[in-house]
């Protein structure tokens, strides 16, 4: 039996940001099923412990329009991760889905529902947000005061988990009676964001509760997460920076009477793969330039000037005027990047400045994030590094292209993993996501809630 | 008239009836199993039934006296638009119609949920609109005080159904475009906002969704009672109505559901099928037995509850009433399986070769493959948005 710590790796759809290149040759419809599909089964190929998708609520906007240099359009999240549980055995699959613009009964129904269709494969990555532009798509608008985000989902979560747990897993009976009343629980819960009461409408699903993910990095967020969550998405992915993160959540797990054993830290990262290491950067260099189109470069600068640049070049210098700070923000539908634009602009004018950098150069140089770059055997043995050094516990991966942007790393880097002995051969079978990540029992099984 | 029988069955649990259960053995064990689901809709898939309805509720289950749980018979389920995602991968041609309510759940929810299911069967979804009327609903959400007055929460539900179209028709055919030279994948004079703002609900955005294949799948509502029947004619392209419920026969079931299309001021003459709950046997009395043993076992005759009329039956007599309902100007029935999957095997494996042989319905074999929109018979669905500077042919 090997001593040494096994990765674990996610598998993320390609979103609706720049890092997915569209205007690739091979890059195929973003909502048609057989991508889903294709890219499922790829990543169940590949052993992967979950597929994750991300969520729309709205079309992103910029200067009063909708985005348009993006892919634009996915599916809703619930249906089509509930279309994979048809076209896979073993891979988790888990959406983002928002505590603020859903209400508890119906997702912890849907969760569930979820949770048996895969015989144990479901998560939830719980977002917040309190906008009044997503909330202008719903029933209450943007009803939530920012500060009550983490509150409500808070409760959230732990209203949904009451509910799971509300059906002992014997309560279907199908004897002489088809179940037993005294095994069925009604919820009586009355919090300050939530008063449900009443029967849930799904017997126990497999794993009780789905895995809860959650992605917030800010100090509220690090702390919903240790205290609820199971798998953090984070944004660390530097050595430095994502073993500090490392060692600030298990001390935060600590505050709430946690291990890290509860818990894995999964950074997203993107991987560029070549025969060589000049080849894999050079292939770098051209996924980052088709990642800042001409359009994309100035629409970047646009969101933190805040202001139209559409009559800027972007192969000369950066705009001359200066970032508008007063007037509403032009971008909505993501989050704003910095607090101190003067700052940022200060910087970006000197870096360009120095390193003779254009437009669409700079925005190049601080948009697309590091990831990793290498041929196959640097980046298995850097995934190694990071995982037996605690800086994380494996990675989500988020491929360039969609639905093939995956099959390379599954094809080169899988195996180099598994020759290194951090890595399964096969899946458990039968295994619920929760086992397939080698994490305990459900949160409140290990605080004895249950009787 | 239409030229061929329309044929739908409605899915839940292990059956209508109560104490269906009792008779699906070891299957009574995985009725939240997506094995379960997938075995039971195929079989409707490969031997040519035209869509499965899937019910859905918040509540656990029925009441029983004492205004509890009733767990003699068939409590908890699985979301319904979930299990007909969960299934389309598996099925070819069957449409696919989850019931989802209107009444706590967010219209854009809605909305994306079943465009998200006809991109998955590449045009099979539909929509069986429903409001959710118990103040139980209404406890489980904590948002509404529950007891809505039915005139309320069809109105609500009008409106719900209004924003969804516009949700569906938001993204033009076209709207994506991928065009390299200006760096756009979509046109964004191609995408429109819902901009609806009504009493009950408002959403402004467009949907997340791309245009699905079917554009707006086909609306299925229920009318079995008159304010439902108006209901259904605002609201949907097909309608069930269910004779012999409260003393009404067929033809006066298809006429009201004409003359409200008269009121309302519609030209479309809408689909109505027949929806009927059957326990088909191998001989009249064969089925009586059945039915009576099951309405033992339940403690109570199942038609004294049903909101349609209970037909112990047989394949051949199945067929005669079928050809008469024709003949009415219906366009099919909604069979509701006493027993899954006995009866609903029996729809699939002997009343379909039964109506093909009785000449009421094409062969599967021969029949086109088509989206659930064509197959109900109701008109492909023109975007509100649909250019009016389109191209039109002008007579020479």
């Known amino acids: 039996m090997s001593a040494k710590r096994q990765v674990h790796l996610a598998a993320h759809f390609p979103g609706v940001n720049n890092t997915t290149i569209w205007s690739d040759d091979r890059a195929e419809s973003q909502i048609a099923f057989s991508s889903f599909e294709h890219f499922a089964r790829n990543a169940e190929r590949g052993l992967f412990d979950y597929l994750f998708l991300a969520e729309g609520l709205r079309l992103r906007e910029q200067k009063g329009r909708i985005h348009d240099l993006d892919v634009v359009g996915r599916p809703n999240t619930l249906a089509v991760l509930a279309a994979l549980a048809g076209v896979t055995e073993h891979i988790g699959l888990v959406g983002t889905l928002q505590t603020t613009f859903n209400e508890p009964l119906e997702l912890a129904k849907q969760l569930a529902t979820l949770d048996h269709l895969t015989d144990g494969r479901a998560g939830w990555n719980v977002v917040t947000s309190s906008d009044a532009f997503h909330g202008a798509n719903f029933r209450r608008g943007g009803f939530l005061d920012h500060a009550d985000r983490y509150t409500r989902a808070a409760e959230f979560i732990e209203l949904s988990r009451e509910l799971w747990d509300s059906w002992e897993s014997d309560a279907v009976v199908a004897s002489a009676v088809f179940a037993d009343r005294s095994r069925i629980r009604d919820v009586d819960h009355h919090g300050p964001q939530f008063d449900v009461t009443g029967t849930f409408p799904v017997p126990r699903s497999p794993q009780g509760h789905p895995v809860v993910v959650q992605a917030g990095d800010s100090d509220e967020g690090r702390d919903l997460a240790a205290a609820h969550a199971e798998v953090i998405f984070s944004l660390h992915t530097e050595f430095e920076d994502a073993k500090s993160y490392y060692d600030d959540i298990t001390a935060r797990l600590e505050r709430v009477g946690r291990s890290k054993d509860e818990l894995h830290i999964l950074p997203a990262s993107t991987f560029v793969l070549g025969d060589t290491a000049a080849d894999a950067a050079e292939r770098a260099r051209a996924i980052q330039r088709a990642q800042v189109s001409p359009a994309t470069a100035i629409a970047f600068l646009e969101q933190v000037w805040n202001r139209d640049l559409s009559g800027y070049d972007v192969d000369g210098p950066l705009p001359d005027v200066e970032p508008d700070l007063e007037g509403a923000a032009i971008t909505r539908g993501r989050a704003r990047h910095t607090r101190d634009v003067p700052a940022l602009v200060r910087s970006w004018r000197d870096r360009a400045e120095a390193e003779h950098l254009s437009i669409r150069e700079l925005v190049i140089a601080v948009s697309t994030r590091g990831g990793f770059v290498g041929t196959p055997s640097h980046i298995a043995a850097e995934i190694d590094r990071y995982v037996q050094e605690r800086a994380t516990d494996g990675f989500v991966v988020v491929p360039h292209t969609n639905p093939y942007g995956l099959d390379e790393f599954v094809d080169t880097v899988v195996p180099l993993l598994q020759e290194r002995g951090v890595y399964r051969e096969s899946y458990t079978e039968g295994a619920t996501l929760r086992e397939t990540l080698g994490l305990p029992g459900t949160i409140r099984d290990r605080r004895g809630v249950l009787a | ?396």
Do not use: C, K
């Not at chain 2, 008239?1 to 269906?20: F, N, Y």
């Not at chain 2, 756009?184 to 959403?203: C, P, Q, T, Y």
């Open chain 2, 1 to 396: 008239m239409p030229d061929r029988i329309t044929l739908v069955t409605a899915l839940q649990g292990a059956g209508w009836h109560p104490a269906a259960w009792r008779t699906a053995g070891p299957a009574a064990q995985r009725l939240t199993s997506l094995r379960h689901w997938r075995d039971v809709v195929v079989e409707q898939d490969r031997l040519g039934v035209d869509a499965v309805t899937i019910e859905d509720s918040f509540t656990a289950g029925p009441m029983d006296a004492a205004g509890d749980l009733d767990t003699s018979t068939v409590v908890g389920r699985l979301d319904a638009l979930l299990v007909a995602n969960a299934v389309a991968p598996a099925t070819r041609a069957l449409g696919l119609v989850p019931t989802v309510s209107v009444t706590h759940t967010e219209p854009f929810h809605v909305a994306t949920g079943l465009q998200t299911l006809d991109h998955v069967s590449q045009g099979r979804a539909g929509w069986r609109i429903q409001v959710s009327p118990t103040p139980r609903e209404a406890a489980l959400f904590g948002r509404r005080p529950g007891g809505d007055e039915a005139s309320v929460l069809f109105d609500e539900a009008r409106e719900v159904a209004e924003v969804v179209s516009r949700l569906w028709d938001s993204w033009d055919d076209d709207a994506i475009i991928r065009d390299v030279t200006t760096g756009r994948f979509i046109d964004r004079d191609r995408i429109h906002n819902a901009e609806f703002a009504g009493s009950f609900v408002s959403v402004h955005g467009a949907s997340i969704v791309p245009r699905s294949p079917q554009g707006r799948p086909p609306v299925v509502s229920l009318a079995h009672r008159a304010d439902a029947a108006a209901f259904a004619v605002d609201a949907a392209d097909v309608v069930l109505v269910t004779p012999g419920y409260d003393g009404r026969e067929a033809r006066d079931l298809l006429d009201e559901v004409r003359h409200l299309e008269q009121v309302a001021g519609s030209d479309v003459r809408r689909p109505v099928l027949a929806d009927l709950a059957v326990l088909i046997g191998s001989s009249s009395a064969a089925a009586a037995d059945a039915l009576a043993s099951l309405d033992t076992a339940a403690g109570a005759p199942y038609a004294s509850t049903s909101d349609t009329s209970v037909l112990a039956t047989t394949v051949p007599e199945l067929v005669t009433l079928i050809g008469d309902l024709r003949d009415l100007g219906f366009a099919g029935v909604r069979l509701r399986p006493l027993r899954i999957p006995l009866d609903s095997t029996a729809i699939a494996r002997e009343l379909v070769p039964a109506l093909v042989t009785a000449g009421l319905r094409a062969d599967v074999a021969s029949r086109p493959t088509a989206d659930l929109r064509t197959r109900l018979g109701i008109a492909p669905a023109v975007s509100r948005y649909a250019s009016a500077s389109a191209p039109v042919e002008v007579p020479a």
